[in-house]
Structures are given as structure tokens and as C-alpha cells.
């Protein structure tokens, strides 16, 4: 079945400490693939995304996520977190060439030491 | 950058009764819009689609009669929880792709629903 695995519940990083959020998917093709930060009580703002060309892309806020075909993997990284950081991360893809409607991972929730 | 806006972003209501959300597109035009349901701690789920001049496309599991979904202009989508119970209380966030659903999708603010 078409899906999106994010198989970290909640992370806890020290402010300044590097950080990866983990993302899979399982599809069959190329998804298009987000990443999107959701604060308490906000919205979701989308991070990045992935369509296709060079594998690495960079996002807002510091972010950028790697797209390995080999392993079917979106994961997301920012060398320093801030405190400010401290949210809930949700991948999702885009999945089958309709486009018809966009999948979301279970989410990531990020706490920041301080 | 586009902005899609939610109203109300909390509602109380009664058991029993209906409550009506609307999502708008606020700087462009979408012929789609999409409701999701988000429960405390957990993913988005997407409810149905919404399609400008037709009907609503629901996913599995979604009661079509519950969730009424009228999408009346290219602005302005609208979703009425009826006869409403505590098991409807939830986090409802609508979202509406620029062009193509490829492309990024705005998410509103989202909707807290409280049903007493």
C-alpha cells in the first residue's frame, strides 16, 4: 500500500545540536515529497519540497532534506536547532501520476533542550 | 505568498447540532480544496475532496451525510459537520493546492471543534 513512515514519535535535541527527522515512503515511482512544520495552534507551513532534479534541497528556516531513491527515504535535516524550532514535523508525498491527493506521515514531535 | 484562511478557528457548540466551516482562498483561485481531520497528537486525515461546481469526493470511512461539502465558488469551500456529537470534536484544516496539486499546497489555520 502506498504510505508515508515517519518512525521517530518525538525527538528531543539540545539547542545548537544537529538534527534528522526520518521520512520513508512506499510507492512504486517518484513521489513529489514536503515537509511541513506545524507550531501549536498554527497552521502548517510547508519547510521544502522535492520534484525532482538534484536530490539535496534546501528550505526555509534553515532546513534542507536529501531524497535517496535507494532507500526510499525524504529525510530532513538542519545542522543547528533553535529553541524556536520545537514543533511537530510532518512529511508527505504526493503519490501516483493523478496527483489526486497528498499523504502525510503519522509526524515527528521535536522538543528543544535547552 | 497565497493565504487560505479558516472560519471560525474555535466553535462550541451542542450535541445536535451543525456546525458550518469555511475555508477561503484569499489571493487566488482553487478548483479543488481538500478537509482534513487532525486528532490531538496524531497526522492529518484527509476527509474529501472538494471540487468547485461538483460534488465532493470522500474518502473511506467519511460519512458523506455527516460531512456536508459545498465548494460554491472558486474561493470559498465549505464544510457542515451535522448533527454534531463529542466524537466529532477534532482539529478540521482545509488546504487548497496554487495549480497543481504538485505544486504547494496552503493550508489554513485550521478549525478547533468542540462539541459539549
Known amino acids: 500500500a502506498q504510505s508515508v513512515t515517519q518512525p521517530d514519535i518525538h525527538i528531543t535535541v539540545s539547542e545548537g545540536a544537529s538534527l534528522e527527522l526520518r521520512c520513508n515512503y512506499s510507492y512504486g515511482a517518484t513521489p513529489y515529497l514536503f515537509w511541513y512544520v506545524q507550531s501549536p495552534g498554527q497552521g502548517l507551513q510547508l519547510l521544502l519540497k522535492?520534484?525532482?532534479?538534484?536530490?539535496l534541497v534546501q528550505g526555509i528556516k534553515g532546513f534542507e532534506a536529501e531524497f535517496k531513491r535507494s532507500q526510499s527515504s525524504f529525510n530532513l535535516r538542519k545542522p543547528s536547532v533553535h529553541w524556536s524550532d520545537a514543533a511537530e514535523y510532518f512529511c508527505?508525498?504526493?503519490?501516483?501520476?493523478?496527483?489526486?491527493?497528498?499523504?502525510f506521515g503519522s509526524g515527528t514531535r521535536l522538543s528543544i533542550r535547552p | 505568498g497565497a493565504v487560505v484562511s479558516q472560519h471560525p478557528s474555535r466553535v462550541i457548540c451542542k450535541s445536535g447540532t451543525s456546525v458550518k466551516i469555511e475555508c477561503r482562498s484569499l489571493?487566488?483561485?482553487?478548483?479543488?480544496m481538500f478537509w482534513y481531520r487532525q486528532f490531538p497528537k496524531q497526522s492529518l486525515m484527509l476527509m474529501a475532496t472538494s471540487n468547485e461546481g461538483s460534488k465532493a469526493t470522500y474518502e473511506q470511512g467519511v460519512e458523506k451525510d455527516k460531512f456536508l461539502i459545498n465548494h460554491a465558488s472558486l474561493t470559498l469551500s465549505t464544510l457542515t459537520v451535522t448533527s454534531a456529537h463529542p466524537e466529532d470534536s477534532s482539529f478540521y484544516i482545509c488546504?487548497?493546492?496554487?495549480?497543481?496539486?504538485?505544486?504547494?499546497?496552503?493550508f489554513g489555520p485550521g478549525t478547533r471543534l468542540l462539541v459539549l
Open positions: 489571493d487566488f483561485q482553487a478548483t479543488t
Open positions: 508527505a508525498a504526493v503519490l501516483g501520476s493523478s496527483a489526486s491527493k497528498i499523504i
Open positions: 488546504s487548497a493546492p496554487y495549480s497543481d496539486l504538485r505544486e504547494t499546497q496552503y
Open positions: 522535492y520534484f525532482s532534479g538534484d536530490t
